[in-house]
């Protein structure tokens, strides 16, 4: 079967630097997204990557290991509105995105 | 906002009821999407729509009946739920299906309660 592993919550301190780890078995790849929601919003895109490596984008980057199944989001600099769920998702053969279930950031001053 | 809007934001509804919920996309996409989100779940993709024809329908029950009349508006009828069917049900829009690359940009969702 189809599965993304992601941890359920992670707590960082405003300011401080976190990184969400996501790992994935999937049947095909067709590239991997991560997404923001805010409690009561909808997910909005934030990064996605296809080939091995990093890719940086302001105070957030994403990286890939398709090798190892593996990709993690990582935020630095955390505001208080960094706070929310981030979800991992990835592209499967059929251009299905199969989904983590979310990791809730809890951000403390 | 993301270009794509949802009605009712809630909606709270009796077994017995036939409801609908609308999604509209102001983006030009080619494609569009009904999810179901439940708490500490993954999302559940329930239909797809590419150039108004159905691609996927993911063994959703049949009290689920989706319609899309064009390629910016979106549809799913509602009779007949259970309560385990109470959930965030969101709506996406991407440029297209099946081609990799294209993030897909969501509403806001309907909180649906069933009683």
């Known amino acids: 079967g189809q599965n993304i592993d992601q941890p359920t919550e992670m707590t960082a301190t405003e300011g401080a630097i976190v990184q969400i780890n996501c790992t994935y078995q999937t049947s095909g790849f067709n590239g991997l997204f991560w997404y923001q929601q805010h409690a009561g919003e909808a997910p909005t895109f934030l990064s996605y990557?296809?080939l091995d490596g990093l890719e940086e984008k302001g105070r957030f980057s994403s990286f890939l290991s398709r090798s190892k199944g593996y990709s993690y989001l990582l935020l630095k600099e955390l505001q208080m509105k960094d706070s929310a769920s981030y979800l991992c998702a990835v592209m499967d053969s059929n251009y299905q995105l199969i989904w983590g279930a979310g990791t809730k950031l809890i951000i403390k001053p | 906002e993301t270009g794509v809007t949802q009605t009712p934001r809630h909606l709270v509804m009796g077994m017995t009821n036939k409801k609908s919920l609308k999604c509209e996309q102001h983006l030009g996409h080619n494609a569009m999407y009904w999810y179901k989100q439940s708490a500490k779940k993954p999302l559940e993709l329930m239909f797809v729509?590419?150039?108004?024809?159905?691609?996927e329908n993911n063994s959703v029950p049949s009290r689920f009946s989706p319609e899309c009349p064009n390629s910016s508006h979106l549809f799913l009828h509602l009779h007949t739920l259970q309560p385990e069917d109470s959930a965030l049900y969101l709506c996406?829009?991407?440029?297209?299906?099946?081609?990799?690359?294209?993030?897909?940009?969501f509403g806001p969702g309907t909180r649906l309660t069933v009683t």
């Open positions: 996406a829009s991407s440029q297209d299906f099946e081609t990799s690359g294209y993030e897909q940009y």
């Open positions: 729509y590419n150039f108004k024809e159905q691609t």
């Open positions: 990557n296809v």
